[in-house]
């Protein structure tokens, strides 16, 4: 007798799917299409959060629905190593931009314009419009479908593709090549990113010497906080912002754009910020983007996280996706560098990925788990730590971190708020 779980996979799928659809209808939303002028996102951000969880089991039972049908053999053959040849053309050649929106062009105009042979320019259409980006609506003819229109007119969702198949994709293929050649290493200088590019610097540093990359970098950056699970405002019901003292300052360690102080600043009008970044670029940007209603408030620094903090007796120091970034032995100088800085009673507060424990997650859960944790060890040689990891690394900085405890934070599926005291007299 087969199992019944394929049946009860589908159940749930047309069960949720109509959930989603019947929710579309009622708000007279148009449905999913791949048609070039289909909406960009399905649900719009005000969405019932039981719609949310009904739109993302879709999505979770599917894959394993797939799977299950696949079989083993098919399974593990279904992912292809090819498959981003055609994102990376479309980014490197800026195909997107080159087709009109509501027009259309040829293969041969695309080719003369590119420079590429025409063979290599229909085979790479070919390919992505096979993955639903672009279309053919006659024979040698391309128009946009709604994916290349998002990568035409999104210079971010542009940006973090030009980012994963130009930075990420070859250091993920030399990652179990670094492994063999620094086995169980937590140096950010012996990665796979490392050994992609030929380097023996981490990636910040071989960053800055590479401004254009850095750029691209700090814009993936960018992009990312703005995902609704890592939303800057998440951050305001995070932590008891209103019960520090008047006057009081909060300093971002490693804070980027400084987009979590400034929706802080806005929401706290008794508190001072000081954001503190390497990059001095992104730090002198992020100055002239200052609104003019908090610009008093909030003031950015040049500042090397592993030196000691320059700004003493804060009442928060806060590291939001920063310690992830770090194996435990540079996380332990971090958060060793803020001692010279701390008065007694001033708070840590970590803003950061808290992985459950094994088994205690769904698969798909578990997936987007493990697929965050593995970027960060081609990246970096870090990753994501448990609560108990946690919680031995403010022990292993210095007795005199206190924690005084952890929660997830509302709104975010995958990010925590963990709490640190110093005790120190
Ligand atoms: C993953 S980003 C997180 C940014 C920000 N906290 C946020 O949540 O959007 C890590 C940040 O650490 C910064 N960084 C890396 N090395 C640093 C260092 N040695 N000192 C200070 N900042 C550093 C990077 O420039 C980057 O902005």
Known sequence: MPSSHIVELSIRIAQNTTKVHDFLVSRNLPGPSFDENAPQTLLPPDTDPDIVLAHRAVIDDCRELRMLMLGP?????????????????????????????????TFADLAANTGLGPTHIRKLLRHAIAHKIFREPRPGVVAHSAASRALAEDAELHNWVEYATHELWLAAYHTPDAMQKFPGSGEPNETGFAV???TDKSLFAFFSDHPDRLARFAAVMRFVTKRPELG??????????????EGGTVVDVGGSHGLVCFELARRFPQLHF??????????????TQKPAEIAGRVSFMVHDFFEPQPVRDADVYFLRAVLHNWS????????????????????????DVVVPEPGSMSDAQDLRTRT?????????????????????????????FLFRGASPMQGSTRLWVLVVEWDGA
């Not at 081609?378 to 108990?388: F, K, P, S, T, V």
């Open 196 to 198: 992609a590019n030929n």
């Open 73 to 105: 053999r098919e399974h593990v053959m279904s992912y292809q190593a090819n498959d981003l040849v055609s994102q990376k053309a479309i980014t490197q050649f800026r195909l997107a931009h080159a087709v009109p929106i509501g027009g259309e062009t």
């Open 328 to 351: 435990d032995t540079y996380a332990v100088k971090i958060l060793r560098a803020l001692i010279p800085a701390l008065k007694p009673g001033s708070r840590i507060v970590v803003n």
């Open 372 to 400: 965050s944790d593995m970027t960060q060890v081609i990246l970096q040689n870090a990753g994501d730590r448990e609560l108990a990891d946690w919680m031995a690394l403010f022990k292993a900085a210095d007795e005199r």
């Open 232 to 245: 800057p405002e998440l951050v305001v019901d995070a932590f008891p912002w209103a019960s520090l003292p």
């Open 274 to 287: 000081v954001v503190q970044d390497l990059d001095e670029p992104v730090v002198r940007h992020a100055e």
